[in-house]
């Protein structure tokens, strides 16, 4: 039996562990052995190589065990710090949103209160000094005991003196801040009232020496001189030491100009300087240029204050817009902070202030006889207190007029100022006591004349505006008791006497429209020689056969009311020669600036207006059965059929209409931004190119609001506002965004002309939810004798359009929206911006018609701003 050498190639390949068996040469011997002992051989070999192999691969193993087994550990370890890492941040966001808001709501009031029976030692004027700082701690010490041991105690944190000062009523006057800290939850017992009223009931008075003085922790406190003003966390922080800009001045001469410059950097600045003289004078403050950037004070401004601390209850004067022309301000007391806000840009601010003497205003004047003992030419002049600086929030003048006989009375006329009997209701803009008889006084636009019918009358006047109130003057003659106006002369309403032959002319000759009240038709004259009535001529309708009436209204005329003014200053006949297609102006400037009026969709337009408007007029006109809306906005409009109308939102909701004027410029009433919470531009946000709510085409964020400075919340006049666009409108969206036009001062209206007023008010006075579509409502013009009818007075702003049975007409949500009114005849065809929802009685109530603010009598002001 032959046997032969066998070979058992081996390559093992566990994981990374390489062992390689080759060669392995087991050589038997050709022996007479049987081959049983060479397997056995063979099967012990195989045997110690697998051994070895189970060796290896239990090694591999136990290490991938360990490999997996720190791989979840990892895994572990880094989920678990995730999830902290998670945790962390979501608590922090909460500590800072939900909790901090809660837990640290800082709540920041400035205070002053006098403490009497102190000596003001000069010293007190230095914050550094050993003087300022004995007596602040003291202060300082007791107003904070006051508050720990008050109802809000664990809610107080602070009380800092910022300064001491004193004026003619003695003592020394301290000026503090105090800090609360007040979770949400508690918000109002830190109000303004009640922090005032926890120091004022810490005062014990005596009731034996019926003094205001009394004793606050011992600290002797006049309790009639405390005021406490909520704050700002930014005005408490500006106001500090440490503050970018902060200077004190003291003037100890009178009359000594110390001068004021202030420039900002590129990067702005927040700047409070306060102002002090010697006790017994005021200060007067000159500005005599103040460049910035026009923003309702939201970014730039300068505010000055009655009192070294930014107090919203002394607040003398604010200027929001660029000051070229020179303006001074009087304090009431020996004290004024200037704080100045100046954003990103060169911006600078030049004046002076100077220490003045508070000087008694009373006068006795004599006036003299005229011609015949009936009227005299003015004979001099009186100003207000200050004149020509504003009136300070606290003045008084008294003047006693003596006249020659007890026939002859004093007229006093003003220049832009009026006197009503006093009502119920505070006087805002002056108080006036004539012979025991009280007024209030009233800022307005054109002259006016009382009349004291008083040979020997005493006149009082006091300032009562909380702010600084523009000056006025005024100029005083005598006058007939018995016939205040001359023979052939008409007795306006405002006082002024106008010659009878201009009454009913046409012409506003009164200022209040007094003169074309309760007119009868003037006849027309066609076929005489004679010239036609004022009312007749080129009013842009042919009423004489012979075309007399129409003819020769381009030329050159003497300007008045119902003229047209063109651009060179000269004045024509025609009064609606704006933008009518015609050039009627020798430089043309009619038909300048005319891309205004004209809807893209003017077709859809016209349709619209032909077919529902023939029905519609004739219930306007008050003959047959119009088919007429059974809603007060009106019915549904078309999209693109009023590009003009705006909607305006007060965070987020519907709060007031507009009407577009430019690409950077809308129109709206003044009472819809009048309260202080609505005055933020930043709040508001105008939606254009829109026929269904929500569906803007446009949306832009309002910059800054411009009410006209003579708006009287009580009467509605001069109810008319500029909101300034942050950016404009793209030209793309001219077929659905466009501006309605302007009309001229000298714009004609017939009665009962045919006007649209729009908007997304309310349907009727029950209604609870406004309609989503923009509505449309026709309404006819009425005559300024028809709306005193249903109204009483109404001022010579407004007009009143509507339908007698009341079912046209704009309602609550419409205020600030437009009503226009199509030009008539002529290529124009243009729609002009006639009136501004403004007020009524009700909405949709037979004969109780809207009275809008009249457009044409704005116009200059307009301009003024938006050019």
């Known amino acids: 039996m032959k046997c032969c050498a066998i070979q058992y190639p081996f390559n093992l390949m566990i994981a990374d562990v390489s062992v390689e068996v080759a060669d392995v040469s087991v050589e038997v011997a050709a022996v007479d052995s049987s081959c049983s002992s060479m397997k056995a051989q063979r099967d012990a070999i195989l045997a110690k190589l697998l051994r070895r192999y189970e060796r290896l691969r239990r090694r591999e193993e136990r290490a991938r065990k360990l490999n997996s ?506 009064r609606n020669a704006r933008c009518d297609g015609v050039p009627d102006c020798h430089d043309n400037s009619d038909e300048e600036d005319c891309a205004c009026g004209r809807p893209a969709l003017a077709k859809r337009l016209l349709d619209s207006s032909d077919v529902g408007g023939a029905s519609s007029q004739q219930g306007i006109m008050g003959s047959g059965v119009g088919v007429r809306p059974r809603v007060v906005g009106g019915v549904n409009a078309l999209d693109g059929e009023w590009p003009w109308q705006v909607s305006l939102l007060f965070g987020g909701h519907l709060y007031c209409g507009a009407c577009v004027l430019n690409s950077d410029w809308l129109l709206s009433a003044a009472h819809c931004f009048s309260k202080e919470r609505l005055s933020d531009p930043h709040q508001w946000a105008a939606h254009m190119g829109m026929l269904t709510q929500g569906s803007a085409r446009y949306v832009a964020d309002v910059r800054r609001i411009v009410l006209h400075q003579y708006y009287n919340g009580r009467t509605f006049d001069y109810d008319i506002a500029l909101l300034q666009l942050r950016r404009p409108w793209p030209p793309s969206l001219a077929a659905y965004i466009q501006p309605a036009c302007l009309p001229p001062p000298s714009q004609t209206l017939k009665e009962n002309q045919r006007c649209w007023v729009t908007g997304w008010g309310y349907r009727s006075e029950e209604d609870k939810v406004l309609p989503s579509v923009l509505q449309k409502a026709e309404v006819g013009i009425l005559s300024q004798t028809a709306c005193k009818k249903s109204y009483g007075p109404v001022s010579p702003r407004m007009l009143c359009a509507g339908v007698p049975t009341g079912e046209q007409d704009a309602c609550r949500g419409d205020s600030g929206g437009p009503l226009v009114c199509r030009s008539q005849g002529g290529a124009g065809g243009r729609w002009f911006l006639t009136g501004i929802v403004s007020w009524g009685a009700g909405c949709g109530r037979p004969n109780l018609p809207g009275v809008y603010t009249k457009v044409a009598k704005f116009t200059d002001w307009i301009h003024s701003h938006i050019h």
Not at 122 to 129: K, L, V
Not at 417 to 438: P, T
Not at 495 to 513: A, I, K, M, Y
Request: one cysteine or more.
């Open 69 to 574: 087994i720190w791989s979840y550990t990892n895994m572990a370890v880094i989920g678990t710090a995730v999830v902290f890492v998670l945790v962390i941040i979501m608590w922090a966001l909460l500590w800072v949103f939900i909790f901090r808001r809660d837990t640290t709501n800082g709540v920041y009031f400035a205070g002053i209160f006098r403490v009497a029976n102190e000596e003001f030692v000069p010293e007190y004027r230095q914050a550094d000094s050993h003087e300022f700082v004995s007596m602040a701690s003291r202060v300082q010490h007791v107003v904070s005991n006051v508050y720990k041991t008050s109802s809000v105690s664990k809610l107080f944190r602070q009380a800092v003196i910022s300064d001491l000062s004193t004026d003619s009523k003695g003592g020394v006057l301290v000026h503090f801040w105090m800090v609360f800290v007040v979770p949400h939850v508690k918000s109002s017992a830190v109000c303004e009232d009640c922090v005032s009223a926890i120091l004022r009931d810490s005062i014990h008075t005596s009731l034996q020496n019926r003094s205001s003085v009394g004793l606050l922790l011992g600290l002797p406190v006049d309790i009639d001189s405390i005021l406490v003003n909520s704050a700002q966390r930014s005005e408490f922080t500006g106001a500090s030491t440490a503050a970018q800009c902060t200077d004190k001045l003291y003037s100890s001469l009178a009359e000594v100009m110390v001068p004021l410059k202030v420039f900002s950097s590129w990067g702005g600045l927040s700047c409070h300087i306060k102002l002090t003289s010697a006790p017994g004078t005021l200060i007067r403050l000159t500005i005599k240029s103040l460049h910035m950037e026009p923003s309702s004070c939201l970014t730039d401004s300068l505010t000055v204050y009655d009192t070294l601390l930014p107090m919203r209850g002394r607040i003398l004067h604010k200027a929001c817009e660029p000051v070229s022309q020179s303006v001074s301000v009087v304090s009431s007391s020996n004290a004024m902070l200037l704080f100045f806000r100046l954003t990103h840009g060169s911006k600078s601010f030049f004046g002076h202030f100077e220490a003045i003497k508070d000087k008694t205003c009373v006068h006795v004047i004599e006036t003299a006889a005229g011609p015949e003992g009936q009227l005299t030419s003015p004979e001099g002049q009186l100003t207000s207190p200050f004149y020509p600086s504003l009136l300070p929030p606290q003045c008084a003048c008294s003047w006693t007029f003596q006249t020659p006989r007890p026939g002859l009375g004093v007229a006093l006329t003003f220049q832009n100022y009026i006197l009503r009997l006093k009502d119920l209701q505070s006087c805002e803009h002056g108080w006036w006591k004539i012979n025991e008889v009280i007024y209030c006084g009233m800022y307005i636009s054109h002259a006016t004349v009382f009349r004291i019918s008083d040979w020997n009358p005493e006149v009082v006047f006091r300032c009562s505006s909380r702010t600084s109130e523009q000056p006025f003057t005024i100029t005083y003659s005598s006058f007939n008791i018995s016939q205040p106006c001359p023979d052939d002369y008409f007795l306006c309403a405002t006082g002024l006497c106008v010659d009878t032959s201009r009454r009913c002319d046409g012409l506003d000759d009164c200022q209040d429209e007094s003169d074309e009240l309760f007119c009868s038709s003037p006849s027309k004259s066609c076929d005489g020689s004679g010239p036609l009535h004022p009312v007749y001529v080129c009013n842009g309708e042919s009423e004489c056969s012979n075309g007399r009436d129409e003819a020769n209204c381009t030329k050159e005329t003497p300007c008045t009311s119902i003229s047209y003014r063109c651009g060179s200053g000269t004045c024509i006949p025609k």
